[in-house]
């Protein structure tokens, strides 16, 4: 059995940063993939970062050099590393992971995800 328990989220400043956390029971890279989703309210949940088994990683465009996508094998643990934060961050952000085939790269739909953690808020104030 698997679990995703995220945590980190806040209320912070346009321009602060924040460390988001994914908990993960069992092996994290029992999963081919493990990816952050985000959804704004009224908008569909989108993909922002993931990182495959061997540590290939995808970015969402709109957080290309702020966000970084990174883990810790040894502890289960996921992480996003969220820089230079906007407004337009704001959204309540889901550790997600993949369990269907290896492939060449991450998968980016949402999905082809099947895992879910229960979500923590960012919230970002001009």
């Known amino acids: 059995q698997v679990q995703l328990v995220e945590s980190g989220g806040g209320l912070v400043q346009a321009g602060g940063s924040l460390r988001l956390s994914c908990a993960a029971s069992?092996?994290?890279?029992?999963?081919?993939?493990v990816g952050w989703f985000r959804q704004a309210t009224g908008k569909e949940r989108e993909l922002v970062a993931t990182i495959s088994t061997i540590g290939n990683t995808y970015y969402a465009d709109s957080v290309k050099g702020r966000f970084t996508i990174s883990r810790n094998n040894a502890k289960n643990t996921l992480y996003l590393q969220m820089n230079s934060l906007k407004p337009e961050d704001t959204a309540m952000y889901y550790c997600a992971g993949y369990a269907g085939d290896p492939l060449a790269l991450p998968p980016i739909r949402r999905t082809l995800y099947n895992y879910w953690g229960q979500g923590t808020q960012v919230t970002v104030s001009s």
């Open positions: 069992g092996r994290i890279f029992s999963f081919n993939a």
